[in-house]
């Protein structure tokens, strides 16, 4: 038995399938480690989280066996164990579970008990659910090592405490949500802490995958429900924790309480990291994006110049005749603000061509919106032809208002390859371009100060696809927009419902229409970071095809 143990909370990044580059990032972590008796890693550190059903492939499980018991060999040394997340076969079914490895084997392996099956999370389609764990023994210590979603549910802790765990370690692969930090903290890890009078390290993970993004923010609560260690949101950080066994059981002593991002930081480096990880891990050497002289354009310019650094941004101006010298203007003094390479490609000699190839066709009909969806989508096609020819992804960068309501051009200003946007409404793009110019983000590569000119923040929103066009000539003001939106699909309330709330029945009747109509548009747009409970795909999968409509 022992009264002493320290154990590193290594809070990294991961990239998925990547066996032998996550393997050996924590045999880098364990190698500068110190003299410590444990390095703990995320959930599913080893394959990568979320795998979706690269879990399937016998192939990849094999590779993951094989590192693990690679990396268990390498404990043989007389240093730091590690407990390390993976997939494991028993039976013939696939698991979700945790392996500690140490003295040069993997001396124990448990199973996540309670599989997630709801919002961004499909577990119970890919794994078998294991048995209520036992603790395990670690160098006098008995560990409780419940994953992730076990700590959501009372069961799992009380049966370690039961079985003669004395603290918890528990691992993540948790993604960010607004508010999210805090309801992990107060809403699971000091209930299970109360529930049992243990101490709980809440190990977490850092970085994009694909639609989500993992905030970090790990922390250690001791058993009386005081925060002990509160690591850093948005970074990475490898952080050692000492603990004590003490007449009243184990206790972590105090350590750092990092200071997490407050609001619209978070959303905003929630969009700059998820960026940052989906080019760099993809490979691309930067990215190009359309700059119109509008709020969204230039909102998303600033995120992907702290995400890369101006170096690596690329924002093309694509005027009509309808573009305002207030639009040019504005767009290149936010190109330059950022430090961007900036470049004006005029889309009318297309729009003349088009005009002429159409003409036949389009005799004796009126202008409309057909001629509107050109222009879009000749600046989406010129957007595309910088992308292949030089390499830069493109940038698409419809807010979340837009998607909804389908107030957007499919093949024209949505295509691209990520939208930073895509879960962030209107109100709140504007909220954190304000925010940009008076901070600058933790993880931030672009310059201080205000690079969103004001003009941009306070002009009214404009496609300028046709003469003194206004975004209110087609939709609701934002604000109204925004919260009714909120309603119907952040909430899931129906039209009677917000009609009780004060808005204008023959509005929400429309906007719902809108929301319905756009569900094709949406399937074919590209991905973009999850922000909060309900982002279009991964959490809100309605069918294109339906008649129902709530009023």
């Avoid at 490898?238 to 991002?261: K, P, Q």
């Avoid at 009509?320 to 767009?331: E, M, P, V």
């Amino acid at each position: 038995m022992t009264d002493k143990l320290s154990i590193v909370l290594a809070q990294v990044n991961q990239s998925v399938g990547d066996i032998a580059g996550n393997a050996a990032d924590m045999l880098s972590v364990r190698a500068n480690a110190g003299k410590v008796d444990l390095v703990a890693f995320p959930e599913m550190q080893l394959i990568g989280y979320p795998a979706e059903d690269l879990i399937l492939k016998p192939s990849l499980v094999e590779r993951a066996q094989a590192e693990l018991e690679s990396l268990a060999q390498a404990t043989n040394d007389g240093g730091p164990g590690m407990l390390v997340g993976s997939v494991f076969v028993r039976d013939g079914q696939l698991h979700n579970g945790v392996a500690m490895l140490d003295g040069g084997r993997i001396t124990a392996v448990r199973f996540k008990h309670e599989l997630p099956n709801y919002g961004t999370f499909d577990e119970k389609r890919l794994f078998t659910p294991g048995p209520l764990p036992e603790p395990v023994l670690f160098r006098g210590a008995m560990l409780g090592l419940p994953i992730c979603e076990d700590i959501w549910h009372p069961d799992v802790c009380r049966h370690l405490a039961d079985f003669g765990a004395g603290m918890f370690v528990c691992v993540n692969g948790s993604p960010y949500e607004i508010e999210k930090d805090v309801l992990r903290i107060e809403g699971v890890a000091k209930r299970r802490a109360a529930d049992t009078g243990l101490p709980l390290a809440y190990l977490n993970r850092i970085g994009g995958q694909d639609e989500l993004v993992f905030d970090g923010a790990s922390f250690v609560v001791n058993g009386d429900g005081r925060i002990a260690v509160q690591m850093t949101d948005w970074e990475e950080q490898i952080t050692r924790t000492n603990w004590t066994r003490t007449a009243r059981g184990w206790n972590c002593d105090r350590g750092e309480i990092a200071t997490l991002a407050d609001h619209p930081e978070d959303i905003y480096c929630a969009m700059v990291l998820s960026l940052r990880d989906y080019v760099n891990k993809n490979g691309f050497p930067g990215v190009v994006l359309g700059m119109s002289g509008g709020i969204d354009s230039a909102a998303c310019a600033a995120i992907a110049v702290d995400a890369l650094g101006p170096d690596r941004v690329w924002c093309v101006m694509l005027p009509s005749r309808y573009t305002s010298q207030a639009s040019l203007d504005d767009a290149e003094q936010c190109a330059r603000a950022l430090g961007c390479r900036y470049s004006t490609i005029p889309i009318q000699p297309a729009v003349s061509g088009f005009d002429a190839m159409l003409a036949d066709d389009f005799a004796d009909t009126k202008v409309d919106l057909t001629e509107e969806n050109i222009q879009s989508r000749i600046r989406g096609v010129t957007l595309m032809a910088l992308s292949n020819k030089f390499g830069p992804m493109l940038v698409t960068t419809g807010n979340k208002s837009e998607m909804s309501v389908g107030y957007a051009t499919i093949y024209g200003d949505m295509a691209g390859g990520y939208n930073p946007l895509k879960d962030a409404y209107k109100m709140t793009v504007f909220a954190v371009s304000e925010w940009r110019n008076r901070k600058n983000p933790k993880i931030g590569l672009g310059p201080e100060g205000e690079v969103i000119p004001e003009n941009i923040l306070i002009k009214p929103p404009s496609a300028e696809l046709r003469p003194d066009q206004k975004d209110e000539d087609s939709l609701p003001p934002y604000p109204v927009l925004d919260k009714i939106l909120l309603g119907l699909v952040e909430h899931e309330e129906g039209v009677e419902q917000l009609v009780a709330d004060g808005f204008d029945r023959e509005t929400v009747v429309r906007i719902e229409r809108l929301l319905n109509l756009a569900e094709y548009k949406r399937r074919q747009a590209a991905p973009g970071v999850k922000l909060g409970a309900r982002n279009f795909g991964r959490d809100r999968r309605y069918p294109i095809t339906h008649k129902f409509r709530s009023a």
